[in-house]
């Protein structure tokens, strides 16, 4: 299956976010990223928990500083649009991926903007929802799920996999070549 525009509020919050080491090794200052939840809450979040401290204003305005997010989503998501539209529905996220790279609409945005689409259409880590060992939802891309309900993105392209969860009714298909 394709990718579709998919509510955010569809998501899963996360489940374990793990804390992303800059290419220098420091740490980020994410205050979802579980070890930084475990520290605010005195013990591992849970689904419950991170839907919590989702909606405390005091990690709002952290998660608003957070140096994971990078990128504007308004620039990104409509040169994602237009790019998916002329891929059929059979395209893997690898033959995308490898286009995405090279493609001109891609070279020309702002470093950032442009580490972020190619982000969002990694053959390897795009947007995906899966089931877990307990028939839970989860999500691949959590921090970019983050960043798009911290930026107010009402929905962000996920890979829907045939083998794993289909999408919701009111996604709305991006492939249609």
Do not use: K
Request: charged letters at 20%; hydrophobic letters at 40%.
């Amino acid at each position: 299956m394709p990718y579709y525009l998919t509510s955010v509020a569809e998501l899963p919050h996360p489940h374990a976010m793990g804390e992303r080491p800059h290419p220098d090794g420091t740490r980020s200052n994410c205050p979802l990223a579980l070890e930084a939840a475990i520290r605010t809450l005195g013990h591992h979040p849970g689904r419950d928990g991170y839907r919590a401290l989702s909606a405390r204003e005091d990690i709002a305005v952290r998660r608003r500083s957070c140096d994971v997010h990078s990128g504007d989503w308004t620039i990104a998501l409509p040169a994602i649009t237009a790019f998916l539209e002329p891929f059929p529905v059979s395209a893997d996220t690898a033959t995308i991926a490898s286009a995405a790279r090279s493609h001109p609409s891609f070279a020309s945005l702002a470093p950032a903007d442009r580490r972020l689409a190619l982000a969002l259409l990694s053959y390897s880590d795009s947007l995906r929802v899966y089931v877990n060992g307990q028939g839970e939802r989860e999500t691949i891309g959590q921090h970019r799920i983050c960043w798009a309900r911290t930026a107010g993105i009402a929905a962000v392209p996920v890979w829907f996999d045939a083998t794993t969860v289909a999408p919701p009714r009111d996604a709305t298909l991006l492939q249609r070549g």
